[in-house]
């Protein structure tokens, strides 16, 4: 019975995490007034890139080293993330174009180089078969090595890779930055009224800059969790699903608040997999259960606006393009 | 000298808005976006594969226009895209962003497979047909109208609300698909493979004729009612400005509900026409991802319906073309969304180029 409690909340915890990257990045984006809905891509690009960079480093280097293992991937997915916050950061800051249209393009891509250098890289290289990276993704997938002896404890607690942990500091340091910090202040009064914090002697620019390019790095860790941890290190088009809009529902969900997001992202994720540890489901039902976090957050979503509460409230200027001589 | 000048530095560029562009360079500069899109996915083609580009693109043109059924599948496509473009730019005109087309046409669809399934052979086709048509335009209202009447009421966020909405359409039908396939492969198959009662009929001997006849009509009732109708002014003025609106006595509640209703029932129309029309089943795919890019086709149309034909023939002969590439040159067929990417990428830049203009610092000799 406990065991099985265990093995439901680490699940949950397994698919949560994906979810809680995209949801920390996400958060930051929207608070500096852009709506970035090419978050499902940017997770993409940011798992694939992972993915190529172990691949090269496993297939040029005769002796891995763990800390190279682990960080040619990471640097990687950092950099292909970022690239595709870049793209979406100069349209939509520098030449102000829509948000939305933006996002949406930029998903349709980022899927698409996802899917194409995933299912072709092995060809690059004359090779056969599909992508399997064991080496690096055992670096991954490494845990606490006490955590087996734990029992249920050890494995609610200790048993994921070292992403996970850094999925829950990540959007801890996010939260606090955000409530505690003067530039955190500062990017909030970016995206509340961008003409106001101009005024102030805020970088605007900036501010929406590295907010898009930071959030967009640290959702593209979500898919390089995914394709690591996860999947062990194989590629599977497609195979990410629609976790990245399931992280933007996160973010109304935890109502811009990346500490929420933690326990958000765990309780989505159980959503996403309940169906599996209920005996007798029908496959209908299974489906009706995948639907739970949608429905839930569009629950939470009409909630918010009724009761219309200050602070739970969207930034004030979220999807609108900031252009100084407009009044 | 002045010593103020150390203090005061003018940037090297200053951006001003632009005066309404003419007509005739704003193409233009559209027109070099999208060559340099071209010339930038032919560097990668050739980077890729070593390929004449100009053998790609040949290639690519082939994937639409080599034969007849080709031509008749390109328009068939481009009438389902144009149809959920059309359905979107009323509420985008409003500044209502519905970005849940996906699941509007996918309830649509769902509605009249359900029709078509429980009936099966059991009507007259034209009755059929009928209740399958109500049914859909039904789904797509109910899929849009709830979003719309919490934006009208509490301003609930409407892009957040419609795009979680797909995602509930699209478990929806697959569960639908299970409960109807007791067999678990997931898969509905054709409905009334023998009999065809309830499919349209072919028109011009062209089993797609009929849709794209349909929306060709629709393109140019849309076009007026935007344009010339009452209803199209109260529209823009909503989507100008919610205060003017509400000063010059527009009941702003109703216009919003009124408009996304259309939106949702046009919605439905496509997902009628690709379930009834074309597929004659009900998959998750059905939309395929053409909600999401009717968007971009209506935007990039400035949301005219009559720019949007070419805009619609513009993706779908991209999507086509380098679905096409794919397959001569053995590339994995992912190739074509890359390559749409990037071409959106170059338009939505380039409409900067139009709506602003750049000013470079003068000199300091002009200054004076």
């Known amino acids: 019975m406990f065991d099985t409690l265990a093995s439901i909340i680490f699940s949950s915890v397994v698919q949560g995490i994906p979810l809680l990257f995209g949801a920390t990045g996400e958060i930051i984006t929207e608070k500096s007034g852009h709506l970035n809905l090419g978050i499902p891509g940017i997770m993409y690009v940011g798992g694939i890139s992972g993915i190529v960079g172990g691949y090269l480093y496993e297939h040029f280097s005769t002796n891995p080293t763990a800390f190279l293992c682990i960080a040619i991937p990471l640097v990687s997915s950092l950099l292909g993330s970022g690239l595709m916050a870049l793209i979406y950061s100069f349209l939509t800051v520098t030449l102000r174009a829509n948000q939305n249209v933006t996002g949406l393009a930029l998903t349709t891509f980022g899927t698409g180089v996802g899917n194409f250098l995933g299912g072709s890289l092995l060809n690059f290289f004359g090779e056969s078969g599909s992508i399997s990276l064991l080496t690096v993704s055992k670096y991954y997938k490494a845990s606490f090595p006490f955590a087996e002896k734990l029992g249920p404890i050890g494995k609610i607690f200790f048993s994921y890779g070292f992403l996970a942990y850094l999925a829950v500091i990540i959007a801890l340091l996010a939260h606090r930055f955000l409530k505690k910090t003067r530039a955190g202040l500062n990017l909030r009064a970016v995206g509340e009224n961008p003409a106001t914090a101009d005024a102030a002697g805020i970088n605007v620019t900036r501010y929406k800059y590295l907010a898009t390019l930071i959030g ?82 569009i629950i939470v979503l009409v909630l918010t606006s009724i009761r219309n509460r200050r602070e739970n409230q969207p930034p004030a200027s979220l999807g609108l393009s900031y252009f100084r001589e407009e009044r | 000298m002045q010593k103020t000048d150390k203090t005061v530095r003018e940037p090297l560029v200053h951006i001003t808005k632009r005066p309404d562009m003419p007509l005739f360079p704003a193409l233009l500069i559209r027109l070099c976006a999208i060559l340099l899109a071209l010339i930038i996915c032919a560097l990668i083609i050739f980077w890729l594969t070593g390929l004449n580009p100009l053998a790609v693109y040949k290639a690519m043109f082939e994937g639409s226009f080599s034969s007849t059924r080709k031509i008749w599948n390109f328009l068939q496509n481009t009438a389902m895209l144009l149809c959920i473009a059309l359905a979107v730019t009323p509420a985008f005109r409003m500044r209502f962003w519905n970005l849940g087309a996906e699941g509007q046409v996918l309830v649509g669809g769902l509605a009249s497979a359900a029709v078509m399934f429980y009936v099966r052979d059991s009507w007259p086709s034209w009755l059929l047909i009928l209740v399958m048509l109500i049914s859909a335009l039904a789904a797509g209202i109910v899929w849009a109208g709830v979003p719309a009447l919490f934006k009208a009421n509490f301003g609930t966020n409407e892009t957040l609300f419609t795009l979680m909405m797909n995602y509930v359409a699209i478990q929806l039908v697959t569960f639908f698909i299970a409960v109807w ?119 990039l149309a400035k949301f005219n319906p009559l720019t949007m034909i070419l805009t619609s023939m513009l993706i779908v002969f991209l999507q086509k073309g380098s679905g096409e590439i794919a397959q001569a040159f053995r590339l994995s067929s992912n190739i074509s969304e890359i390559m749409t990417g990037i071409i959106l990428f170059f338009i939505i830049g380039c409409e900067f180029f139009i709506r602003y203009r750049i000013n470079f610092r003068k000199k300091a000799e002009e200054e004076k």
């Open chain 2, 181 to 299: 396939v007791p067999t678990g492969s997931g898969v509905l198959g054709v409905l009334n493979q023998q009999s065809q009662n309830g499919w349209l009929p072919a028109v011009f001997n062209q089993r797609y004729g009929l849709n794209v006849l349909i929306v060709g009509i629709l393109t140019v009732v849309m076009f007026i009612y935007l344009r010339y109708s009452k209803h199209g002014y109260e529209i823009s003025v909503v989507g100008e400005s919610e205060n003017t609106a509400r000063y010059i006595g527009v009941n702003v509640k109703g216009v919003i509900i009124r408009t996304v209703v259309l939106s949702g029932a046009v919605a439905g129309l496509a997902g009628f026409l690709l379930m009834a029309g074309a597929a004659h089943t009900v998959t998750a795919e059905l939309a395929g991802g053409n909600g999401f890019t009717a968007v971009l086709v209506s935007w």
């Open chain 1, 216 to 297: 967009g790095m640290i959702a593209g860790l979500g898919g390089l969790y995914f394709v690591m941890d996860y999947t062990g290190g194989t590629w599977t088009n497609n195979g990410f699903g629609d976790r990245g809009w399931l992280a933007i529902a996160i973010v109304i969900f935890a109502l811009w608040r990346p500490a929420g997001a933690i326990f958000a992202s765990i309780i989505f994720g159980g959503l996403y997999i309940c169906a599996i540890f209920i005996p007798g489901l029908s496959s209908a039902q299974k489906e009706l259960f995948k639907m739970t976090p949608y429905v839930v957050t």
